[in-house]
């Protein structure tokens, strides 16, 4: 099984700040890596997937980079509808598929 | 629109059965695998199941398996998750969703909204 850990577990920035949000595979996963936002109370969002490609409807503020082992999403400027829980997850080797633990982004 | 529905949730006594719907529309649901998705109360996201487009392929974390059946019903456009002897670690939201494409392995880009499970006595 794949582990994903992401840190850090807690992301406190300003509004209209760079957030980087870190992802760590335990083994190559090539480019299969998605991001997810996840808002209270709501269901998980696809933001990226690829490791780079923004899915539909995504603003330009969210990027994704990495291979392999190593990945960061990055919110170029940090909205205050930005607070979430971000997850990795890696769909490289399955089953199964795995999430990272993930990071809480907090507007400060 | 594109969207799934997930219905069947509550509370049931552990050891007890549970079975969840996940209802589908504004896509060809037959052409796509489908998973289930859990998160326990405060936790992160587990995967739980997957199921190919035709059902010939069903995937389970060493969790649930054993326990847990995943289905589908094409002509209802329905997947479901039958969920035996419950345990109280069981206690969760469940969302179904969906690959990004034709792809079973790849991204999930569309999700429902969850519905609540709570295993207690």
């Known amino acids: 099984e794949i582990v994903m850990t992401q840190s850090p577990a807690t992301l406190s920035v300003s509004p209209g700040e760079r957030a980087t949000l870190s992802c760590r595979a335990s083994?190559?996963?090539?480019?299969?890596l998605a991001w997810y936002q996840q808002k209270p109370g709501q269901a998980p969002r696809l933001l990226i997937y690829?490791?780079?490609t923004r899915a539909t409807g995504i603003p330009a503020r969210f990027s994704g980079s990495g291979s392999g082992t190593e990945f960061t999403l990055t919110i170029s400027s940090l909205q205050s509808e930005d607070l979430a829980v971000y997850y990795c997850?890696?769909?490289?080797?399955?089953?199964?598929?795995?999430f990272g633990q993930g990071t809480k982004v907090e507007i400060k | 629109q594109v969207q799934v529905v997930e219905s069947g949730g509550g509370v049931v006594q552990p050891g007890r059965s549970l079975r969840l719907s996940c209802a589908a529309s504004?896509?060809?649901?037959?052409?796509?695998?489908m998973h289930w998705v859990r998160q326990a109360p405060g936790k992160g996201l587990e995967w739980v199941a997957m199921?190919?487009?035709?059902?010939?392929?069903?995937y389970y974390a060493d969790s649930v398996k054993g326990r847990f059946t995943i289905s589908r019903d094409n002509s209802k456009n329905t997947l479901y998750l039958q969920m035996n002897s419950l345990r109280a670690e069981d206690t969760a939201v469940y969302f179904c969703a969906r690959p990004l494409g034709y792809d079973s392995g790849d991204a999930m880009d569309v999700w429902g909204q969850g519905t609540a499970v709570t295993v207690s006595s």
């Open positions: 199921i190919w487009y035709d059902g010939s392929n069903k």
């Open positions: 083994q190559s996963v090539s480019s299969n």
């Open positions: 690829g490791a780079s």
């Open positions: 504004g896509f060809t649901f037959s052409l796509y695998g």
């Open positions: 997850q890696q769909y490289n080797k399955w089953p199964p598929w795995t």
